[in-house]
């Protein structure tokens, strides 16, 4: 019977004040570079990313890769760069993830491997 009680009491809220309570994720507020980025094609966000990766990092060896099958929701990079010796994993990621961030940010999934770039003596 209570499911019953709340299945009216839901009926008496109007569409928006349902739809709102039922949203689980909060609303993201409204941000104009994030327009600006999102209206880019998949191409754009790789050329970015490569562009931003490559002045930052300066690595030996760079590859982005879009592997959402073309919609650009999923990217996977292999960088290899001196500017990760000495540092963890975690510490590399955060480094990479910081300097992309704008462009990531409205992404589904993003995979880095990072690599030292050695020199051989």
Do not use: Y
């Not at 409204?30 to 209206?39: G, Q, V």
């Amino acid at each position: 019977m209570s499911l019953l009680l709340s299945l009216f009491r839901g009926a008496r809220l109007s569409t928006s004040q349902a739809w709102r309570s039922s949203t689980l994720a909060p609303l993201r507020p409204f941000h104009a570079a994030t327009t600006l980025l999102d209206a880019s094609s998949p191409e754009e966000k790789q050329q970015t990313i490569v562009r931003i990766l490559t002045e930052k990092f300066q690595p030996s060896d760079l590859q982005v890769q879009d592997v959402s099958g073309g919609c650009g929701s999923f990217f996977a990079i292999m960088i290899k760069a001196k500017a990760f010796s000495g540092k963890s994993t975690i510490q590399s990621h955060r480094l990479v993830n910081k300097e992309i961030k704008e462009v990531i940010q409205d992404i589904h999934g993003l995979q880095v491997r990072i690599f030292l770039s050695l020199m051989c003596s």
